[in-house]
């Protein structure tokens, strides 16, 4: 059993209903949520394609978390090594359905929702990243954005400590 974090930034290819981006944000929307300057996704297709997304895996021996920076910064994954299962539903291939604030959204993982009620104007966007290891061998990913609605700056870490039992 290792007793160090490991990390890999690769490239996974993931099945993913495609969904297209209204390049015209909407200045008003009748009785919905303010989401200008940000361009509507609410154009979902039936058309299923396959996608790459870089991906940022920590793995201590015992849980392997598998984070997607540009797809919102999504934990895909948490997978319990142990006993070989996902901790988390894991939905592939990615389906979107019209429930964020800006439409398309899919159900599976950990996302990130700041500072909305709900699923937020960034949850399929690309977020900036940073990966620090720590003397003591935990391993830190930062996720974050400013969010241009409210102009907050936001940042989520996942801290995966070594396996020391």
Known sequence: MKKTVTTE???VKLSAYRFNEDPFPPLQRPSARRVYPYPMQDD?????????FTAVILDNGLLQVTVLPEFGGHIHSV???KNDREVFYRNEPLKFGL???RGAWYSGGLEFNFPQVGHTVTTNDPLPWHLTENPDGNVILFVGTIERLT??????SVTLRPNDW
């Open 9 to 11: 930034i690769t490239r």
């Open 79 to 81: 997978r319990d090594l």
């Open 44 to 52: 979902v297709t039936d058309e299923l394609t396959e996608r790459e």
């Open 151 to 156: 102009r907050m700056a936001w940042t989520a």
């Open 99 to 101: 429930i964020a604030l």
